[in-house]
Structure formats: structure tokens, C-alpha cells
Nanobody, 116 residues
């Protein structure tokens, strides 16, 4: 059974930092690229960053380039999202994602609120 469990969200002031984590189980983690998405109420879920199965390549979207870093640990079956210089527009629920046999799998999400 595929499980993705996110953690690390919270309330932070603009300019601050947070580190999100996602622990994966139920599949061969090192074989799959992984993604972070985020969603604001009333809007579609949007891709934030992708990391290849080896971790050698990462693809953050333009809006977070230079501020967010995705990484992974294939021993601990974990991906992380280091978020620096956070802005109010980064406020969202953040989700860990993997595509397995054409089917997207999601965690329960972790809330990030950027506000003074």
C-alpha cells in the first residue's frame, strides 16, 4: 500500500524558512521521480518542484527558483523541500506526489502559512 506522509508545515513570517518532509512507503522509492505540489483553496493544485529517482536532477518551477530546494534520501525513503525567503503567495497546502503505473498518489498535505 502506497503511503506518503508530509510534515513540517506551519506559520512563518515573510522572509522566513521552513523545511517540509515526506516519508514514502509501499513502493520501491529509489525507482521513482517525486514531486511537491501545492494548492490554495479555490485553485488547481500546482507543481512546485520535481526530483529524479537518483536525485541528480531537480526541476523547480520559475516562481520558486532560487528560494526552494527539493532533495531526497533514498536510504530513508524521504523527500524534502527547503523553502527560504518565503512570501505570502507561498501560502498553501503542500503535497508530496508520485506517479505509479500512470496513477498519481498523494499524501494528506501539510499547511504552510506565510503571514506577519
Amino acid at each position: 500500500q502506497v503511503q506518503l506522509v508530509e510534515s513540517g508545515g506551519g506559520l512563518v513570517q515573510p522572509g522566513g524558512s521552513l523545511r517540509l518532509s515526506c516519508v514514502a512507503s509501499g513502493f520501491t522509492f529509489r525507482h521513482y521521480g517525486m514531486n511537491w505540489y501545492r494548492q490554495v483553496p479555490g485553485k488547481e493544485r500546482e507543481l512546485v518542484a520535481t526530483i529524479t529517482n537518483t536525485g541528480h536532477s531537480t526541476y523547480p518551477v520559475d516562481s520558486v527558483k532560487g528560494r526552494f530546494t527539493i532533495s531526497r534520501d533514498n536510504v530513508k525513503n524521504t523527500i524534502n523541500l527547503q523553502m527560504n525567503n518565503l512570501k505570502p503567495e507561498d501560502t498553501a497546502v503542500y503535497y508530496c506526489n508520485v506517479l505509479i503505473r500512470g496513477r498519481p498518489r498523494w499524501g494528506q498535505g501539510t499547511q504552510v502559512i506565510v503571514s506577519s
